[in-house]
């Protein structure tokens, strides 16, 4: 799967214990999350395809690897109807619709993701021109996506490549995700 677009800009990197890093909107609230030690960020400019979007950040492992990064995309939310558990999980399933075709699931299967201050659904697409061949740098086999409304007001949604979902650096990716929440004044 593409890794979609790549970024500069303001950088951060974990240290001994995990670091809360904040990201301003426009709508005066700030969205914290906890980067652990060997993972950074940078903010990428947000692309024409998710407009709807304020900021995007990129989070990957220090370490070099290209087994796993994901981008995290903020808004102050719009829709009133992301608040409600039917409505957020409705939206997941139009959002993520498009990747059936070419994912060895054929299916959106969702599930929820633990997010203490909020709620969200997550779904994972195994690329089935990627399964039984080895993976060349740059490619991953796995997109795994997020549709988050945090409590506050705010909607996320994350896109996360991997080559596999049981690795060190995918279940640090995840508690990243779960990290989010909106910062109190």
């Not at 990957?60 to 558990?85: E, K, M, R, W």
Request: aromatic share 8%; with cysteine.
């Amino acid at each position: 799967m593409d890794p979609g677009p790549a970024g500069g800009g303001a950088q951060g990197t974990g240290n001994l214990t995990p670091v809360l890093r904040p990201a301003e909107l426009s709508s005066g609230k700030s969205v914290d999350f906890s980067v652990p030690i060997g993972w950074r960020f940078s903010e990428i400019t947000v692309p024409k395809a998710k407009r709807s979007f304020e900021r995007a950040l990129r989070f990957q492992p220090d370490s070099g690897g290209a087994s796993t990064y994901f981008i995290v995309y903020l808004s102050p939310n719009t829709a009133p109807s992301l608040t409600s558990f039917a409505g957020l999980r409705s939206r997941h399933e139009t959002d993520n619709a498009q990747y059936q075709a070419d994912s060895l699931e054929q299916r959106v299967v969702v599930d929820i993701i633990p997010i203490t201050a909020g709620l969200g659904f997550i779904s994972s697409f195994t690329d089935k021109s990627l399964v039984g061949v080895p993976i060349r740098r740059g490619d991953f086999k796995i997109l795994t996506t997020a549709t988050i409304y945090l409590k506050g007001d705010v909607f996320a949604s994350c896109e996360l490549l991997s080559d596999e979902t049981s690795s060190v650096e995918f279940k640090s990716a995840l508690q990243i995700i779960s990290s989010l929440h909106v910062a109190h004044p």
